[in-house]
């Protein structure tokens, strides 16, 4: 077993081939022999079920306040596949944004298990696996827009020209070729984000996390950047996902949508949204749409989302 | 002739005042004249009874006017004129070759040659101390409480012991004089450093472990560049500081060279002019260097994306 090479180190391997030389990408075969070794037996069930891309069961997160103990999660289950595009939708403090911040591994549940890539997401987040959207673009401000590309992938340990080459592509991707020399405060608040997402896919990772990116922009960039965003998912083929606010918006982006009720932080119901992937913003108003959207209202207010 | 050359004498006046060269500079001049003013009048009072005493003890009568001439060219007035500390000045900068004892060139270099030294050291030394007060809460509550201690004890006090234990270790001439500059100008370098190595906001240090950065690469690509402007702001106040723990250190030394043992030497002979144009002199390199400081940060500023 020890001596087997590893599928992943073979060429063919896709995941390999787009990290040359990626630092801690592989920290050590026998490491990569470990990681892959469930992957390889599962394998030869990925074509009845397709691979879970988050495995989230029973996992709780009791934060210890000085007002006492709050449930950002309690009990929290949940299946996402390869290629989903998932919403997380509720009002603040229903531990959506918390949700997002145990898969990225920057909070760790209480309780309960958690697969990423089916992997711990520690695991995950050290072999840089997701890709994180925040509400800020927190771009660098000291560093040009192509330089804030390149920042993942400097620490990745990329070389030079397949950070160039990547940084052109992504940049191409958002839209925002011909602002490589600007400086982020030289860029609207939606371009910054397209820059913060560009960012975020530009060391090709299998999951996308974002965390309400376009909460503080305006509708018509929004609706622009939901078209945009849409494309994006299409082409790539990522898992996305999605925290929100907003209902339209999480009905026209999302191929299920999770609604979520605070105190304690769960999940109240779970929709699938079966739009096609080439939809435009027309489709907001087919009655399909509104009936979709209407059923994750009374979702919201069933779980006493309102009551403040 | 429609030109509104300065030379009108018609119009003259009004366009001299809108003159952009003269809105800017005018206020800062009458202050400067007004200072200069007040300086003459103060010198006249408080070298009268000096010049008085001296035209009696000689018999000879005096008129006022010739009294207020003698006000301003005693040769050991109480408070020199201005005229008087310039012709110094200029009479001790250019009337000799610059390597001539005499020369207050000499003189400053051999202090600015120790200020320099002891800022580096002092810069160093400081930006160590807040690299490891950062990263370990141990080392900040264990250092802290000493630097600050060695702030509060008395640089005149201490310069002695220094050169003494110093001279014991073979150690002679610039480097206990920048030692001692260094020990003066550590402290506000630790204090900003500390801060700017702090301050990435969160968002930005979660983006640096989504993407598994080593604790070297988050310091390198997040925390350095954000403290860059508190190093400048900490720079310009060490920078002055090290200068004069410079001039403080070629006091207790009987030191033969240095702004410092001008400003020794004329006390001991009450050459007052001397030690003005001395002060003089400091006071201009002290804005000498505190420009550099400032030009360097614009430079800086300019590759780091600075709005102009």
């Known amino acids: 077993m020890a001596l087997q090479v590893p599928k992943s180190l073979k060429p063919d391997n896709p995941r390999v081939t787009l990290r040359p030389g990626g630092r801690g990408s592989f920290v050590a075969p026998i490491e990569a022999v470990r990681m892959n070794g469930p992957a390889d037996v599962t394998a030869e069930s990925v074509a009845l079920t397709p691979r879970l891309a988050v495995d989230v069961r029973n996992v709780s997160l009791t934060f210890e306040t000085a007002d006492g103990k709050v449930d950002a999660l309690s009990n929290v289950s949940l299946q996402i596949a390869d290629g989903e595009f998932v919403s997380f939708i509720g009002p603040s403090g229903c531990g959506k944004t918390t949700m997002l911040r145990v898969i990225a591994d920057l909070q760790q549940p209480t309780a309960g298990t958690l697969l990423v890539n089916g992997m711990s997401a520690e695991q995950a987040r050290l072999e840089r696996r997701y890709g994180y959207v925040f509400q800020a673009p927190a771009l660098f401000p000291w560093r040009t827009i192509e330089k804030n590309l390149k920042l993942p992938l400097e620490i990745m340990g990329f070389s030079d020209s397949e950070q160039q080459q990547r940084s052109a592509r992504y940049l191409a991707l958002v839209n925002l070729t011909g602002f490589e020399r600007k400086f ?10 397209r820059v913060s997402i560009a960012r975020a896919l530009s060391f090709d990772p299998e999951l996308l996390l974002m965390d309400e990116p376009f909460g503080a922009l305006d509708e018509i960039v929004r609706d622009h950047l939901n078209e945009q965003l849409l494309q994006l998912w299409d082409k790539t083929g990522k898992t996305v996902l999605f925290v929100t606010h907003s209902i339209p918006e999480a009905v026209f982006l999302s191929s299920r949508i999770v609604v979520m009720s605070p105190r304690p932080g769960r999940i109240i119901d779970i929709i699938d949204c079966n739009f096609p992937r080439d939809r435009t913003l027309e489709i907001r108003e087919t009655p399909e749409f509104l009936k979709i959207a209407q059923r994750v209202r009374v979702g919201l207010r069933a779980g006493h989302s309102y009551d403040e | 002739m429609t030109s509104d050359t300065l030379a009108l004498p018609a119009s003259g006046i009004g366009t001299l005042r809108r003159h952009p060269l003269v ?123 000493w630097i600050i201690c060695s702030q509060m004890v008395p640089i005149l006090a201490l310069a002695p012991i220094f050169i003494v234990v110093l001279g014991a270790m073979g150690l002679q001439g610039l480097l206990p004089k920048s030692i001692i500059s260094a020990y003066l100008c550590f402290f506000p370098i630790t204090i900003g450093m500390v801060k700017g190595f702090t301050a990435p906001d969160a968002m930005q240090l979660d983006l640096m472990r989504t993407w598994s950065a080593t604790p070297r690469q988050v310091l390198a690509k997040l925390r350095w560049p954000s403290a860059v402007p508190y190093l400048f702001a900490s720079l310009k106040v060490a920078i002055t500081i090290s200068l004069i723990g410079a001039i403080v250190a070629e006091l207790p030394t009987g030191a033969e060279a240095g702004i410092g043992a001008r400003l020794l030497a004329g006390s001991y002979y009450g050459q007052t002019i001397q030690i003005w144009a001395a002060l003089l002199a400091s006071a201009i390199l002290a804005s000498g260097l505190i420009g550099l400081v400032d030009l360097t940060e614009r430079v800086v500023g300019l590759r780091m994306g600075a709005r102009s």
């Open chain 2, 23 to 145: 809105a800017g500079y005018a206020p800062i001049v009458t202050i400067v004249l007004a200072l200069i003013a007040i300086w003459y009048v103060a010198a006249v009072l408080m070298n009268l009874s000096l010049v008085r005493d001296a035209f009696e003890r000689e018999e000879t009568p005096y008129t006022l006017s010739e009294l207020i001439a003698g006000t301003m060219s005693a040769e050991r007035p109480l408070l020199p004129a201005p005229h008087q500390v310039i012709a110094a000045f200029v009479d001790s900068v250019f009337g000799y070759a610059p390597t001539a004892p005499r020369s207050l060139v000499y003189h400053s270099t051999v202090t600015l040659s120790a200020t320099l030294l002891g800022f580096a050291l002092g810069a160093l030394f400081g930006i160590g101390l807040a690299l490891m007060i950062v990263h370990s809460r141990v080392l900040e509550k264990s250092l802290l409480p």
């Open chain 1, 184 to 193: 982020p405060w030289q860029l609207s608040g939606g371009m910054q984000q």
